[in-house]
């Protein structure tokens, strides 16, 4: 839903995003090994996330994408 400012002046609308994870356990001679890709505002929604006042409001982040290849031993 929508929020307010701190002085309940500014309304700030409701906005959805779209976050995605994916993962891969390898087997095998690369037991422990995992490689994940984790994504966020996958349709990259341009909104305002939050406001003080009328002067400072403040947009969410764009998509951003991250992939990670990681060994536990």
Request: glycine share 6%; proline share 1%.
């Amino acid at each position: 839903g929508s929020t307010f400012d701190f002085e309940n002046i500014v309304e700030v609308p409701a906005f959805t995003l779209y976050d995605a994870m994916l993962s891969y356990d390898f087997k095998g001679s690369l037991e422990g090994v995992q490689f994940a890709v984790n994504a966020s505002n996958l349709t990259d929604e341009s909104y305002i996330a939050s406001c003080d006042s009328e002067a400072f409001c403040y947009f969410g982040r764009r998509r951003s994408i991250l992939a990670t290849l990681k060994r536990r031993w």
